[in-house]
């Protein structure tokens, strides 16, 4: 079992930045791929970022990288979201989430993130 919890959302002006982070219990969170996704009012949840379990590897949603920068610290069971240059677009509820199951394939869908956060608000204004 890993729970998750969230921090760091709030309100920003556009252009501005956020980190998120994300602190995971248990010993094996270095076995787990890491997902960070965010759900828009009236949108379905999407995408941002993942990190392969020993953070050497990173991907990004469509048009994020630039922007987001996704990073582990697995000394410290943390996975940090470094959103910057931030448009009303990014406003959403960001998860974190961990999966021992994504592949090349399925990294940027829900299904193989077995445990998930509850969430954290970012809101951006114009």
């Known amino acids: 079992q890993v729970q998750l919890v969230e921090s760091g959302g709030g309100l920003v002006q556009a252009g501005g930045s956020l980190r998120l982070s994300c602190a995971a219990s248990g010993r094996t969170f270095s076995t787990y791929t890491m997902g960070w996704f965010r759900q828009a009012p009236g949108k379905e949840r999407e995408f941002v970022a993942a990190?392969?379990?020993?953070?050497?590897?990173?991907y990004y949603g469509d048009s994020l990288k630039g922007r987001f920068t996704i990073s582990r610290d697995n000394a410290k069971n943390t996975v940090y979201l470094q959103m910057n240059t931030l448009k009303p677009e990014d406003t959403g509820v960001y998860y974190c989430?961990?999966?021992?199951?994504?592949?090349?394939?399925?990294?940027?869908?829900?299904?193989?993130?077995?445990?998930w956060g509850q969430g954290t608000q970012v809101t951006v204004s114009s």
């Open positions: 989430a961990a999966s021992q199951r994504t592949t090349d394939y399925n990294r940027d869908r829900e299904y193989p993130y077995d445990y």
């Open positions: 990190i392969s379990s020993a953070g050497r590897m990173a």
